[in-house]
C-alpha cells in the first residue's frame, strides 16, 4: 500500500512542478486526456471517423517535419512513403492474409525501403532540385501503378481490406494511442543528439561535416525515420478505409502535408499534429456552404500565415510563454521573475 | 476554340496545323526575346545579379525588392500568354494544370536552373520522350509522365545541376 502512495505522490509532484506550471504543457496535457477520453461522452461515428482520419494524417504531417523542418531536406513527394505503405500492407493484407498488425509494419518497411531509394540519389542534390526531384517519385510511381492494373487494381485501387478491429471505438482507440505514442516518439527522437545533429545539418551542412559527423549517414537516417512513420500511417489509413487507392500518392497529398506542416509552424513536432487536428475538422466543418469549402479554407490559411509567418501554434506559444533572458527556461507570460533562476523577466 | 489561323498542309504524310505552327514560331520568338532580355539589357543583368547573391546585388544599388516584382510579372506573364496560346490546342478543363505543372518543373530542372538554352534543350527531350512512350510501350500513356520523370532524375543524378545549369556557390 505503502509503495502505491510513493509513487502516486511521486506522480502527483511531476505533473505539479513540470506539466502544470506551463500553459504549453497543460494544453498538450489536456489534449492527451482529451483524446482518450472522448469516447466515454460521445460515440457519434462521424466525429470519431474525422478525428481518426486526423489522427493518421497527423503521424504523417508530423513525419513530413522531422525530414524537412528539421533535417531542411525539403521533400514535396511526401505522398510517396504513404503510398508505399499503403500499398504494401494491402497487397500483403489481400495476398498472404497477413493480419492488419503485421502488415502494417512490414508496409512501413516497405516505406523505409522507399525512402532509401529515393534518399540515395537524392543525397548529391540540395534546395529547389531536391524539393522538385522528390516530387516527381510519387508521380513515377503512380504511372507504374496505372500501367499494371493486375496487380494494383489500377485506377479503382485495391478494396477489401481487413478492418483494423471490429468497432469504432476500437479503431479510435487504435488509431488515436498509436498517434499519441509514435508523435511522442518522434518529438524524443528530434530531442535527442541525433536531433541536435538534423537540426544541425539543416542550419549548416558543411560546418556538421567538418566537425567529423557523417552527414550523409544522418539523411539518410533521416529519410528512412520520416519513411517510417508515414508508411505506418499509409497503412492505418489503407486499413481504416478498406481501400489503397492511387489518390495516397496524389501531388495535391503532397502538398496538403506541406499545408499543415507550414500552418502550424515547421520545426516543431507539435505544430504539425495541432494543425492537422485544427484544419481537418475546419473542413469538415465548412461543409455547411459547401460550394466555397476549399475557397473558405484557403483564405483560413492565408490569413492565420499573414500575420503569423512562423506558423499557428509557435505564435500562440510565444504569447502565452516567455524565455528567461538569463537561463533559457520558459516561464509563463504573466510571470515577473523566472522560476529557475528568478532573473527578471521584462 | 476557333483557331486564330485554319487549314493545314502536309510533309511526310502528317497533317500539320497552321495554329501548331504558328504556336511554335510564337514560342520560339518569346525565348529569343526572354534570353535577350536576360543577356544584352540592364534589366537583365539586374536580375541575374540578384539571383546570383540578393545582399551583394543590394550593394550594388540594385532595388532588389522591385527587381523581384519585376521578374514576378514578367514570369506570370509568360505563363499567361503560354495558357492563350495553348488553348486552341487543348481542352480546357478545371484540372488541366496539374500535367503542365509537373512537367514545367521537371524541364526546368532537367535543363538546369537560370539557363533558357536549358529549358528549351529539357522541353524537347522531354516532350519527345513523352511522345515516343506513347506510341512504342503498351500503356505507355499511363507511363509517359514516369519515364519522362525517370529521365530527368537520372540526369540529375550525373549532374546535380542540370545539363546547362549553373553550379551556384554554396550558401555560408
Known sequence: MGIIGFYLRKFWMIVKNEVLVLPSRIIVFLFFLLLLLLPVFTQDPYLLRILILASIFAILAASWDLLSGFTGQMNFGHALFFGVGAYTAALLNLHAHLPPWVSIPLGALGAVLAGLIIGIPCLRLRGTYLALTTLAFPIILMGIIFAIPGVTGGELGITGLERLARSRVTNYYITVVLMLVLCTIMWKITDSNTGIIFHAIREDELAVRSSGINTTRYKLLAFCLSGFFAGIAGGLYAHFMRIAGPSTLEVSMSFQVVIWAVFGGIVTIYGPIGAVFILYPLLEFFRFWPEYRTLMFAIVILIILLYMPEGLLPWIRDKIETECPRCKIRNIATRKTCRICSAEIE | ?172
Open chain 2, 1 to 172: 476554340m476557333p483557331a486564330l489561323v485554319k487549314g493545314y498542309f502536309t510533309i511526310l504524310e502528317v497533317k500539320v496545323f497552321y495554329q501548331q505552327l504558328l504556336t511554335f514560331v510564337v514560342a520560339l520568338i518569346i525565348l529569343g526575346a526572354l534570353r535577350l532580355l536576360l543577356m544584352n539589357t540592364k534589366l537583365g543583368l539586374a536580375i541575374r545579379s540578384t539571383a546570383e547573391d540578393r545582399e551583394v546585388a543590394n550593394l550594388m544599388g540594385i532595388n532588389e525588392s522591385r527587381v523581384a516584382m519585376i521578374t514576378m510579372g514578367i514570369s506570370v506573364g509568360l505563363a499567361a500568354v503560354t495558357g492563350s496560346v495553348v488553348v486552341p490546342l487543348t481542352t480546357i478543363s478545371p484540372f488541366m494544370w496539374m500535367h503542365p505543372l509537373i512537367m514545367m518543373m521537371a524541364v526546368v530542372v532537367l535543363g538546369g536552373l537560370g539557363s533558357i538554352k536549358g529549358s528549351f534543350t529539357g522541353a524537347y527531350i522531354l516532350g519527345f520522350a513523352e511522345a515516343l512512350v506513347v506510341f512504342l510501350i503498351p500503356m505507355g500513356s499511363f507511363l509517359k509522365g514516369s519515364v519522362a520523370l525517370s529521365i530527368m532524375i537520372l540526369v540529375l543524378l550525373i549532374r546535380p545541376e542540370g545539363l546547362f545549369g549553373i553550379a551556384f556557390e554554396e550558401e555560408r
